[in-house]
């Protein structure tokens, strides 16, 4: 009797599980290709121009963004409106004066590329560091200092460590020697092309960045009265002693124009967990258009971050069909379209440091979907593929169970390249998760990695993988259904 007793509780047990695992199943189809298309179409179209932060054709998107949002019965949590408005602050070309170790150089030996001002003119020591390696910042006192740095031939100014290490030691400004003077003139075109867009949440706020110069390698030469090889040379065989400091003077003027943006939010209430809320994230501006040039000038990108949004967008609609019936979820969810993303993470920033519409405290996770539709180099011919960054970061149960839940659904491969925190393109500190995580909330950052289209007006949606960017939804979805209905909250690591 007692052994057909256990049978029938086994059984029960077994059915309850197949019951849960089918209506996630049954949900997570309702993430349907066709609608992820239909989406991206029309938000990396033309007729958005690049969807770039604060621009006619971002508020076009996130005018369709929170009409579907509506349409699905979502509630508006900011005081009855699907907007959170943002202010932000644009800083056009500043005007610079720039006056290093004495030597008047000319407008077309550097180029400033920062959000930083004077209140007239600033005077600095100026010290060299080499590459700006370990190695060589340990010889070299930066902090309060201007710094030095010869770039090589494969460094990248965006994702130099050097640069998050000077920040650290709290050097004033930085002044990167270019490669070459091809290098030098190419990465000016870009910074004079992009570098206008600079915004900041504060008027006059100092930037996340360091204020940094751009020069020749020749300027280089005459600021230290050398040459370019012999500065090299220094920098190579580790002999910075050699290279004597001097000063640099340089007055940075702002130009700031008020930019009008929003965050657009829709929100799922819960049932018995109603009070604890998981946020999925995606930004849906992105860079604009170019102001010259041959061919296509539009940036849409389809992939960045057009493939993230059009995946929460497909979320929100299986999460309201799943509650329109009758099956949860228990927890609360966000569906958070954020801006600024492009201009420094100031959407995302803006709800969490600002204006959180639901306390942080009662936050429970943030799911980040940024580029998700394509594939990059080193996964072209593998096996559906995404890059998770940061499950294991704050809280291992989260990590434990994304891996569950994948091996158990979608099946994806899940790529920890980028999961490094130093890893060189530190992509962990480079999405809308960061402001969740820095505010000790776990977080999975989901990313396709890096291709050539990135930042490019060939960013197009005829290049969208749509099957695979569907598997990487629902793997979203998934995880979002097993958090949002599991008995205990997922929590933080203890510190």
């Not at 000319?106 to 930083?116: M, N, V």
């Not at 020069?215 to 190579?236: R, V």
């Not at 559906?384 to 970061?393: E, L, N």
Request: net charge negative; proline share 4%; hydrophobic share 35%.
């Amino acid at each position: 009797m007692k052994n057909r007793l256990l049978v029938v509780a086994l059984l029960v047990l077994a059915t309850g599980v197949f019951a849960q695992d089918a209506t996630a199943k049954k949900y997570g189809d309702e993430v349907k290709t066709a609608d992820l298309k239909e989406y991206l179409t029309i938000l990396a179209s033309d007729a958005l121009e690049g969807r770039e932060t604060g621009t006619r054709g971002q508020r076009m998107a996130a005018a369709f963004i929170a009409s579907h949002f509506e349409e699905l019965g979502l509630q508006p949590p900011v005081n009855g409106s699907y907007y959170q408005p943002v202010t932000l602050y644009a800083s056009g070309t500043p005007e610079v004066r720039f006056n290093p170790g004495g030597v008047a150089l000319t407008s077309d030996e550097y180029i400033y590329f920062g959000s930083g001002e004077t209140s007239g003119l600033m005077e600095l020591p100026l010290v060299f560091a080499g590459t700006g390696s370990d190695a060589d910042l340990a010889q070299v006192d930066v902090k309060g200092k201007a710094v030095i740095i010869m770039m090589g031939e494969t460094a990248s100014m965006r994702n130099n460590p050097a640069m998050g290490k000077l920040r650290e030691k709290e050097a004033k400004l930085v002044i990167l020697a270019m490669n070459s003077e091809d290098d030098f003139k190419t990465t000016a075109g870009q910074i004079r092309m992009f570098g206008g867009g600079r915004m900041s949440l504060k008027k006059g706020a100092a930037s996340n960045n360091l204020g940094v110069f751009l020069i020749t390698p020749a300027a280089a030469g005459k600021i230290f009265k050398s040459t370019p090889e012999k500065l090299k040379q220094a920098a190579e065989g580790k002999k910075l002693a050699k290279v004597k400091p001097t000063t640099v003077g340089f007055t940075i003027t702002p130009k700031h124009t008020e930019v009008k943006t929003s965050n657009v939010l829709g929100f799922l209430e819960g049932t018995d967990k109603k009070d604890e809320v998981i946020v999925i994230t995606a930004h849906y501006d992105h860079i604009g258009k170019r102001d010259s040039g041959e061919g296509d000038l539009i940036n849409n990108g389809a992939d960045d971050d057009g493939s993230g949004t059009v995946a929460v967008m497909a979320l929100a609609n299986a999460f309201v069909k799943a509650k329109n019936e009758g099956k949860g979820p228990r927890r609360s969810i966000l569906f958070m379209l954020v801006t600024g993303e492009e201009k420094g993470l100031l959407g995302s920033q803006y709800y969490t440091d600002i204006s959180p519409v639901y306390p942080l405290n009662k936050t429970v996770v943030n799911l980040n979907i940024d580029m998700v539709g394509r594939r990059d180099p080193q996964h072209k011919d593998s096996a559906p593929y995404v890059y998770v960054i940061g499950s294991d970061k704050l809280s291992t149960e989260l990590h434990n169970l994304s891996e569950e839940v994948n091996k158990n659904t979608t099946k994806l491969i899940f790529d920890y390249t980028y999961n490094d925190q130093n890893h060189p393109e530190r992509l962990y500190y480079r999405s809308d998760h960061w402001n969740f995580a820095k505010n000790d909330i776990p977080i999975i950052f989901y990313f396709d990695g890096i291709h050539e289209d990135y930042h490019q007006p060939s960013d197009e949606v005829d290049k969208i993988e749509f099957d695979l960017l569907t598997q990487r939804a629902q793997c979203v979805f998934y995880t979002a259904w097993e958090i949002a209905n599991r008995e205990k909250r997922i929590v933080a690591d203890a510190k």
